[in-house]
């Protein structure tokens, strides 16, 4: 049977392996935890005071990797939990076509969502690509927008 700091050390290692695929800090700094925890189990500390390195170092490593490390993996001048916050709205995007399943849209630092018109009716005409739009609101995860005018077209309130 293995010592107490190699299972500590094991379970280090998987959370590594874990961050590395999901590309979360929040693994790395519980890894970092449990590093530290081997290092105490090593000095022969029984488990209560080994469970008390774990959640004081847990309590320390993920807040710093949040508040620190995180905005490092992040695209330059995106805030983590921006969108949807009403920083957006008003502004003017362009509409574009996804891929895969042909849905059109708007990018919102780099995240589709799809478009729709605000009060449109059916009368209207349907969004295409290339169109120029200004942001209204979310409704879920589509976003609600106006035809910019230089559309050619008014939008309708």
Known sequence: ML???????LIGLCLVLAELMTGTVLLIALAMAAFLTAAVAYFNIGIVGQLIALGVSG???V???????????????????????GAENGKLFEIVER?????L???????????????????????QTG??????HFD????????????GKSPRD
């Open 59 to 61: 309590a320390i490593f």
């Open 63 to 85: 807040p710093v990797a949040i508040k620190v490390i995180r905005p490092y993996f992040s695209p330059a001048g995106i805030h983590y939990g921006s969108v949807g916050a």
């Open 3 to 9: 010592e107490a700091h190699f299972w500590w050390i």
């Open 131 to 136: 169109d120029r739009v200004i942001f209204d």
């Open 99 to 103: 891929d895969f399943d042909h849905a």
């Open 105 to 127: 849209g708007i990018k919102i630092h780099g995240d589709f969502f799809r478009a729709e018109l605000v009060n449109a009716l059916s009368s209207d005409d349907a969004l």
């Open 140 to 151: 879920g995860t589509t976003a609600k927008v106006h035809r910019h005018p230089s559309n």
